[in-house]
């Protein structure tokens, strides 16, 4: 499937909002971030590198995978959904993340409602590059 990884890119004001309450996670080698049907704890903020995001059948095929660019949120629907994360993202080597606690996101979420509305634009591309892919298949 083509995914438009462009989608998973959030708006600069909330990206620096996020970075303020955000710690750094340096990769000095690939990791997992977070695994699929795992419990979110919070988001990552893609600064530097690249990471992957892939999909698993019930059955353990390969779904689906797209590699994203600095600029990325990883697992933000999740965090909103308060669900299972969907997807396992892996950071490659010398990737450079911000991570945001559940806690800390949320309270940004009511401190700064004006940024909800950029966390839904967000939510809303990645909505719909999945349909458009779907569509492809």
Same mark, same amino acid.
């Given at each position: 499937m083509n995914f438009d990884s462009s989608s998973f890119v959030a708006e600069k004001e909330l990206v620096e909002a996020l970075e303020k309450r955000s710690s750094t996670v340096i990769c000095t080698e690939p990791r997992c971030l977070f695994a699929q049907g795992g419990?979110?704890?919070?988001?990552?903020?893609? !600064? !530097? &590198? @690249? +990471?992957? $995001? +892939?999909?698993?059948? %019930?059955? &353990?095929? @390969?779904?689906?995978?797209i590699t994203l660019s /600095?600029?990325?949120? $990883? &697992?933000? /629907? +999740? *965090?909103? &959904?308060?669900? %299972?994360y969907t997807m396992t993202a892996n950071?490659?080597?010398? +990737?450079? *993340?911000?991570?945001?606690? !559940?806690?800390?996101?949320? @309270? $940004?979420? $009511?401190t700064e409602p004006s940024l909800a509305v950029r966390v839904l634009?967000?939510?809303?591309?990645?909505v719909r590059t999945a349909r458009h892919a779907i569509s492809e298949f």
């Open positions: 419990k979110p704890a919070g988001l990552y903020i893609l !600064r !530097r &590198g @690249s +990471a992957r $995001l +892939a999909m698993e059948s %019930p059955t &353990g095929g @390969s779904l689906m995978s /600095p600029g990325s949120l $990883l &697992g933000l /629907p +999740a *965090l909103i &959904g308060n669900e %299972p950071a490659e080597k010398d +990737a450079e *993340l911000g991570f945001v606690n !559940r806690e800390d996101f949320n @309270s $940004l979420m $009511l634009r967000v939510l809303a591309a990645e």
